[in-house]
């Protein structure tokens, strides 16, 4: 019995060593996975942070090889601008020298003909009461002689003639002096542009139009390829039988409907590659994990995707439409960009071959939990829906955005 009581004791003493043991493990344990959710919460908000950065890099980026693109373009006009300014000025300058051989010659033979005059007046008149004014031309001057009157007539029109050069002399040089003024200014414009070029190639070389530059947020596939003949769609197989009712081939039959409809072929085939997308409060504060009551903590909303088809060419110049619906109410959210300030329910774009980049913002209250990023093809004003990429971003409250698709290529 003492035995059996001892053994009994020492059960229990086991049994309660290994609670003790096992609630010290779970409590180790528990730490742990707090610790691992710590750090877990740490290193998402460190990519937060290098999205955000990755963002904001790539649309500088763009923006600096815009504007650099732009201002080489302007320098290339001011120049061939320059050119025809040049080509003037030396026109002008040679009429200039022309005018003053011209004016010089006529003034020369305006004062022979006066020193003819005068000296026919001397041997008639007193000399001392000549002067030269006397021997210019008078229109009342009556009983001339007919070389006298033809005289008269030679020196007004040489005198007009003098008038008229001495007018064209001031309009030229008033000409030649606004084109001076013109390639002087044209002059400082390319000088401030060329240093406004440098300045940002300093500032981040990869802003220089002419280098090659990879986007950190869209995949290393080419945006464009060579022309390919457009595919061909198929929706059902014909079997194709000979006299004796044997099979012997089976041809792919054309769709009517395939083959007749290139927007359906377009809308079909147009795949959406996200590259980034940021849901914020603040413009520049952490990304929203889930909505408040009526998504009071959801104002700004930042995009970045791009298009891609067999084809690339095919979708130049087309024109798009990106919308914000809210799936639990069927109703499509408003807002407003850099481009259109009035609250609307659309985004219009044209596609370029390049990455589209948009900014919304949104002041009224937004009704509604779920919400979808929705891509359009138009066509004469008709939205046709790319269904199979429309991207979820809220679901139930929840941020839904998930992984995201060339930036996980790219990182």
């Not at 610790?35 to 963002?55: F, G, P, R």
């Not at 763009?62 to 693109?69: F, H, I, K, M, P």
């Not at 020298?97 to 005059?117: A, K, M, S, W």
């Not at 406004?196 to 981040?204: G, L, T």
Request: proline share 3%; charged share 30%.
């Amino acid at each position: 019995m003492k035995n059996f009581i001892l053994i009994s004791a020492l059960s229990i003493c086991c049994l309660f060593a290994f609670f003790a043991f096992t609630d010290s493990g779970l409590e180790d344990l528990k730490a742990s996975l707090y610790k691992t959710e710590l750090k877990v919460a740490e290193q998402n908000e460190c990519i937060d942070d290098l999205e955000s950065s990755l963002y904001d890099f790539s649309t500088e980026i763009t923006s600096l090889r815009a504007e650099n693109a732009f201002l080489i373009d302007e320098n290339h006009k001011i120049k061939n601008e320059l050119k025809k300014y040049a080509i003037k000025a030396a026109e002008l300058r040679s009429e200039l020298t022309q005018l003053e051989i011209d004016n010089y010659n006529l003034d020369r033979q305006l004062n022979t003909l006066i020193n003819v005059r005068e000296l026919r007046t001397k041997r008639q008149f007193n000399p001392n009461v000549a002067t030269k004014d006397s021997f210019m031309p008078s229109p009342d001057a009556e009983g001339l002689t007919e070389q006298e009157s033809a005289e008269i007539t030679e020196i007004a029109e040489t005198q007009n003639k003098i008038n008229e050069i001495q007018a064209a002399l001031e309009h030229r040089n008033e000409a030649l002096a606004k084109i001076e003024q013109s390639t002087q200014e044209a002059f400082t414009t390319i000088q401030n542009n060329e240093a406004k070029i440098q300045f940002n190639i300093d500032v981040e070389p990869m802003s220089n139009p002419t280098a090659e530059y990879s986007d950190p947020l869209i995949s290393k596939k080419p945006l464009y390829q060579a022309p390919v003949e457009q595919p061909r769609l198929f929706s059902e197989l014909e079997m194709v039988a000979s006299d004796n009712h044997d099979i012997t081939s089976i041809e792919l039959k054309e769709d009517e409907f395939y083959s007749k409809s290139p927007v359906y072929s377009l809308v079909e085939n147009t795949k959406v590659i996200y590259n980034y997308i940021a849901c914020r409060n603040d413009r520049y504060g952490r990304k929203i994990k889930k909505l408040k009551s009526g998504a009071k903590n959801w104002k700004y909303t930042f995009l970045q995707f791009n298009l891609e088809t067999e084809n690339n060419n095919l979708l130049l110049d087309k024109q798009f439409r990106m919308r914000v619906l809210s799936t639990d109410l069927n109703t499509y959210l408003n807002f407003t960009t850099d481009k259109q300030p009035k609250p609307v329910s659309w985004y219009d774009f044209q596609y370029e071959g390049e990455p589209v980049k948009i900014s919304l913002y949104n002041e009224d209250n937004i009704k509604g939990k779920s919400f979808d990023i929705q891509i359009f093809y138009i066509v004469d004003g008709e939205e046709y829906l790319l269904e199979d990429f429309q991207k979820s971003i809220f679901e139930d409250g929840l941020q839904s955005i998930g992984k995201i698709d060339s930036l996980a290529d790219s990182m």
